[in-house]
């Protein structure tokens, strides 16, 4: 079955780095385009990054542009998210997520467990 | 940016009542529409796209409708299962922006 599983978060100083993975199994990862997705603690939903298939296409909210960098390995089956500059606000839940099938606007159909990233001194 | 607003924000109902959630689009976004579902610790489950169509697996309680910028989240008989929380999505171009969520709890 379609499977996500995120690793790579912990807790980080601020201004530091760290880079999440995201696993794929279960489908061809190589013709979706995915998102990350982040959570802060008892929040809602806030859209964070895209990558296309073939990675040529990518987009960013404004609150991490810049600062973060969306990229794919196709041969490993694995989305990546560097983070660097983190700050407090980033502090979230991470979740990747697959883009439905279709050509045109399309929605998230299967998601990953998340993984936690906290920043802080 | 495309702004969505929920509402209401918590709403208290029982086992099977009929319970609508509602979301504004700040301009126009045909129906590029989605609407998830939350539970404490899990990550969101698609529901329905497309503001109508049901995700495969989701039980036909759950019904949507809207178009434009006012859409509709029903379910028609509340079941346990059901209290969560609940967020809408638009996802008009590779980018996404997200409802507020609106979180259902048991009256």
């Known amino acids: 079955q379609v499977q996500l599983v995120e690793s790579g978060g912990g807790v980080v100083q601020p201004g530091r780095s760290l880079r999440l993975s995201c696993a794929a199994s279960?489908?061809?990862?190589?013709?979706?385009?995915m998102h990350w997705v982040r959570q802060a603690p008892g929040k809602g939903l806030e859209w964070v990054a895209y990558?296309?298939?073939?990675?040529?296409?990518?987009n960013y909210a404004d609150s991490v542009k810049g600062r973060f960098t969306i990229s794919r390995d196709n041969s490993k089956n694995t989305l990546y998210l560097e983070m660097s500059g983190l700050r407090g606000e980033d502090t979230a839940i991470y979740y990747c997520a697959k883009k439905q099938p279709g050509s045109g606007p399309v929605s998230s159909d299967c998601w990953g467990q998340g993984t936690l990233v906290t920043v802080s001194s | 940016d495309i702004q969505l607003t929920q509402s209401p924000s918590t709403l208290s109902a029982s086992v099977g009542d009929r319970v609508s959630i509602t979301c504004r689009a700040s301009q126009s976004i045909s129906t590029w529409l989605a609407w998830f579902q939350q539970k404490p610790g899990k990550a969101p489950k698609l529901l329905i796209y497309e503001a109508s169509t049901l995700e495969s697996g989701v039980p036909s309680r759950f019904s949507g409708s809207g178009s434009g910028t006012e859409f509709t989240l029903t379910i028609s008989s509340l079941q346990p299962d059901d209290f969560a929380t609940y967020y809408c999505q638009q996802y008009n171009s590779n980018s996404q922006t997200f409802g507020q969520g609106t979180k259902v709890e048991i009256k």
């Open positions: 279960g489908f061809t990862f190589s013709i979706y385009g």
């Open positions: 990558l296309s298939y073939d990675g040529t296409n990518k």
